[in-house]
């Protein structure tokens, strides 16, 4: 397993917004695929002095905040190899002229959106939805894969209706150690999430036995503390 291990630490300048003080850097956490190590993908974490739980902390941050904290951490990774994910709020897609912003940014085809609050999708009335949705298929068009996180069984049938293909579904740490222990339950699960795109990745995997479980399962990738490794690479190291 240690082959494919590896999460890496920097800390590059950071964009002058006060919002944003508390971000001290980037982290990468490997997502592996297990038929084609090729298609491993790192997603780009923040890390944060802060006493507030991170998702509190992201939730407190401005629309504005956020989008200048992906372009930020866009522009850091494209500097280094390989494919990275990022996320991206809901909310966020409903912004035009972000969007197009976004699609004009040269990437080569590297990067991964995530969209990481999926039930938000249910607070937005039809028009912000419609919005979602050309979003999501405008970022595609300019070569941008875009997944989908923490989907639970509830959420299914609101994305379905979406009509939206995604390139993958990301199965959150909490849901997949609810059904580890029934190969039969986490294999329908992962078929189930396959309807709402391409392939299936499978967060929360901390075991060589967690490990084989997911492959079992028919995923298709898996993302976790199994894979840590820190790496600090010296040239991307401005602090």
Same mark, same amino acid.
């Given at each position: 397993?240690?082959?494919?291990?590896?999460?890496?630490?920097?800390?590059?300048?950071? #964009?002058?917004?006060?919002? *944003?003080?508390? %971000?001290?850097?980037?982290?990468?956490?490997?997502?592996?695929?297990?038929? +084609?190590?090729? @298609?491993?993908?790192?997603?780009?974490?923040?890390?944060?002095? !802060?006493?507030? #739980?991170? +998702? *509190?902390?992201?939730?407190?941050?401005?629309?504005?905040?956020?989008?200048?904290?992906?372009?930020?951490?866009?522009?850091?990774?494209?500097?280094?190899?390989?494919?990275? /994910?990022?996320?991206? /709020?809901?909310?966020?897609?409903?912004? &035009?002229? $972000? %969007?197009?912003?976004?699609?004009?940014?040269?990437?080569?085809?590297?990067?991964?959106?995530?969209?990481?609050?999926?039930?938000?999708?249910?607070? @937005?009335?039809?028009?912000?939805?419609?919005?979602?949705?050309?979003?999501?298929?405008? *970022?595609?068009?300019?070569?941008?894969? =875009? $997944?989908?996180?923490?989907?639970? #069984?509830? &959420?299914?049938?609101?994305?379905?209706? /979406?009509?939206?293909?995604?390139?993958?579904?990301?199965?959150?740490?909490?849901?997949?150690?609810?059904?580890?222990?029934?190969?039969?339950?986490?294999?329908?699960?992962?078929?189930?999430?396959?309807?709402?795109?391409?392939? =299936?990745?499978?967060?929360?995997?901390? !075991?060589?036995?967690?490990?084989?479980?997911?492959?079992?399962?028919?995923?298709?990738?898996?993302?976790?503390?199994?894979?840590?490794?820190?790496?600090?690479?010296?040239?991307?190291?401005?602090?």
């Amino acid at each position: 397993m240690n082959s494919f291990s590896e999460q890496a630490r920097y800390v590059p300048e950071l #964009p002058r917004n006060a919002e *944003l003080l508390r %971000i001290t850097g980037i982290r990468l956490q490997r997502i592996h695929f297990f038929d +084609d190590a090729s @298609l491993d993908v790192c997603e780009v974490l923040s890390q944060v002095r !802060t006493p507030l #739980p991170l +998702d *509190l902390f992201f939730k407190h941050l401005s629309i504005a905040a956020k989008q200048q904290l992906f372009l930020w951490q866009m522009q850091r990774v494209l500097a280094l190899s390989g494919s990275y /994910s990022l996320n991206l /709020s809901v909310r966020m897609l409903t912004s &035009l002229s $972000w %969007i197009t912003r976004l699609t004009k940014q040269v990437h080569q085809g590297r990067i991964v959106i995530e969209i990481q609050d999926p039930g938000s999708m249910m607070r @937005l009335d039809k028009a912000e939805q419609q919005a979602v949705c050309i979003a999501v298929k405008t *970022l595609v068009r300019h070569g941008f894969r =875009v $997944w989908l996180d923490d989907v639970s #069984p509830e &959420l299914f049938f609101v994305w379905r209706l /979406s009509g939206i293909r995604f390139d993958a579904i990301k199965i959150e740490s909490g849901m997949f150690h609810q059904f580890r222990t029934s190969e039969w339950q986490l294999r329908v699960l992962v078929n189930q999430f396959r309807g709402l795109g391409e392939r =299936v990745v499978i967060e929360g995997v901390e !075991t060589p036995q967690d490990y084989a479980i997911c492959r079992m399962s028919g995923a298709d990738a898996v993302q976790g503390f199994l894979f840590e490794q820190e790496i600090l690479p010296k040239s991307l190291n401005h602090c």
